[in-house]
């Protein structure tokens, strides 16, 4: 259930939706997931905890499809991921090819390539950072870009500061990301690799549309500053301010402090 009379002063941003849990977040995107599928747009996809009510609620969707419309949608599948790890591949449980192969791939029967990533084990990472942008480039750039958000504010991994004009590049992780991603690496943010290839901030606001996907009450703060405080480098989602087409569908523990007193 949507709760439409939300309390948020910010005249840029119309479209906020909250609703109740992470599950029914999940549900409210992966619909948008799949419509713009059917009209058979390139999606740009995120990893994480908050994607998984999302791509849980995608696989139910999309399962629920009858033939053959379900695999003519999957058939015209493509999606470039926002970032990997580097010196991680698809063999590795850790990567981010592993959580995309796991939660989507796989289960839906996607073709290989038809769900692509930077690949983390190339041996010259910025290389292939530019080779990455140029095939999503070649491809027409995205049309619906699903963003997390991190505790300190990055969307894919611009790392703050971050300028809005940042480029697809390979990044070093700080280490509050490191301890925020410690989890998938046995709790240990030594374990977690220290450096990234990431869409910058310029190939994310050139997407067509923006759906930021924000749930728990940990993220209330930052969510509130990147969306109630002027955009600026310290937080890189608050860039997202400036595009014209973004909605922002979050839970109620994380809209808790968007309400202005
Ligand atoms: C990760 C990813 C981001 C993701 C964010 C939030 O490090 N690079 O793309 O959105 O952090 O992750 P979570 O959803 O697990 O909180």
């Known amino acids: 259930m949507s709760i439409s009379a939300s309390p948020v002063s910010a ?36 990893t994480g905890r908050t994607m998984e009510p999302v791509y849980a609620a995608l696989r139910h969707c999309l399962g629920a499809l009858p033939e053959p419309q ?19 591949g698809p063999q590795q ?6 959580f995309m192969d796991q939660q989507l791939a796989r289960p839906l029967g996607l073709e290989p390539g038809r769900l692509q990533l930077p690949d983390g084990l190339a041996p010259e990472p910025q290389q292939e950072a530019q080779r990455y942008a140029a095939a999503l480039l070649a491809a027409g750039g995205i049309q619906l870009q699903l963003l997390g958000l991190g505790s300190n ?31 998938a690496f046995g709790g240990d943010p030594a374990a977690v690799p220290a450096r990234a290839i990431t ?39 608050s860039w997202l301010q400036r595009h014209p087409h973004l909605e922002v569908v979050v839970d109620q523990a994380a809209a808790a402090l968007l309400a202005l007193s």
């Not at 449980?93 to 592993?98: G, K, L, P």
């Open 153 to 183: 504010g990055h969307v894919g991994f611009n790392e703050p500061p971050c300028s809005a004009a940042a480029p697809c590049r390979c990044v070093e992780l700080s280490p509050a990301t490191r301890r925020q991603n410690a989890a």
């Open 93 to 98: 449980r850790e990567s981010f090819a592993a």
């Open 199 to 237: 869409l910058g901030m310029d190939e994310i606001l050139a997407a067509r549309q923006l759906l930021l996907v924000v749930t728990g009450a940990a993220k209330a703060q930052i969510l509130r500053r990147a969306l109630l405080e002027p955009p600026c480098p310290e937080v890189p989602a």
């Open 11 to 46: 005249p840029w941003l119309p479209q906020l939706r909250i609703e109740r849990d992470a599950e029914a977040v999940g549900v409210v995107v992966a619909e948008r997931l799949q419509r713009a599928l059917q009209r058979g747009a390139v999606l740009g996809l995120a």
């Open 70 to 88: 379900r695999s003519a949608l999957l058939a015209g599948w493509c999606s470039f991921n926002l970032d990997e790890y580097v010196g991680l």
